[in-house]
């Protein structure tokens, strides 16, 4: 069993960072592939960015591609998401997600994941 806390989120303007964190419960969480996904008001949930269970692979939706950054600390259970020059069109709640066995060259594809954090809202204003 893993459970997923988000952290991070706020209110910034356009052109500023914010750094998201998944905190994991768990012994086995560094044996999951870890990603984010975001959905913003009356749109579908879209993949931004994972990682491989060792960090070693990574993956990026092309919209946050060259702006955003995916890490993971094994050591402390978390995931990290650096967003840098921000738009409003980045609004959104974001979901830390987990899956043990799907690549993460899927995740683009897919939002079935093991386990899913409540997410954290991201707020950037013009």
């Known amino acids: 069993q893993v459970q997923l806390v988000e952290s991070g989120g706020g209110l910034v303007q356009a052109g500023n960072s914010l750094r998201l964190s998944c905190g994991a419960s768990?012994?086995?969480?560094?044996?999951?592939?870890t990603g984010w996904f975001r959905q913003a008001p009356g749109k579908e949930r879209e993949f931004v960015a994972a990682i491989s269970w060792s960090g070693g692979n990574t993956a990026y939706a092309d919209s946050v591609k060259d702006r955003f950054t995916i890490s993971r600390d094994n050591a402390k259970n978390t995931v990290y998401l650096q967003m840098n020059s921000l738009t409003p069109e980045d609004t959104a709640v974001y979901y830390c997600?987990?899956?043990?066995?799907?690549?993460?060259?899927?995740?683009?594809?897919?939002?079935?994941?093991?386990?899913w954090g409540q997410g954290t809202q991201v707020t950037v204003s013009s």
């Open positions: 997600a987990a899956d043990l066995f799907m690549p993460i060259t899927r995740w683009g594809s897919s939002s079935t994941h093991d386990y």
């Open positions: 768990g012994r086995t969480f560094s044996s999951y592939a």
